[in-house]
């Protein structure tokens, strides 16, 4: 599956609920989807990814299977990658995750923490 691509943020559900099982204040949230972008490039199974967000922007790099430090929700933390059929899953081995897939055209990140879910909906700039 191509990830390749500029994604804006559309939309969230239930991000909420994960802030709150992670401790963290709701103002860690962002309250409106305007300028989160994920800027991704895939070649194989090695990834860029670059977030911006209101509060900044930061690179990931890493080729699945291996490990690498992800950022959820503002907290980072130790991680691997592995593909699940054409998903890309990054787990933090603690049963938290970060799902990423293609659904209808849009990029699905979902968000796994505890017995909380969310997900943040991106569209194709």
């Known amino acids: 599956m191509a990830f390749s ?8 559900e239930g991000m909420a609920d994960i802030a709150k099982a992670m401790g963290l204040p709701e103002s860690m949230m962002p309250s409106s989807p305007v300028g989160f972008t994920l800027e ?12 911006t967000t209101p509060q900044g922007t930061r690179a990931s790099t890493f080729t699945v299977g291996g490990s690498l430090k992800e ?19 990054v787990e933090t081995g603690k049963g938290n995750s970060l799902t990423r897939e293609i659904v209808g055209g849009e990029l699905v990140a979902t968000v796994t923490f505890e017995n909380a879910s969310g ?7």
């Open 40 to 51: 991704i490039t895939q070649n194989g199974d090695n990834f860029e990814i670059k977030t």
């Open 71 to 89: 950022q959820i929700m503002g907290v980072e933390v130790d991680c691997t990658s592995k593909w699940d059929g054409s998903k890309l899953v």
């Open 5 to 12: 691509g500029n994604w804006k943020l559309d939309r969230m």
């Open 119 to 125: 997900k943040r909906i991106f569209k194709k700039c």
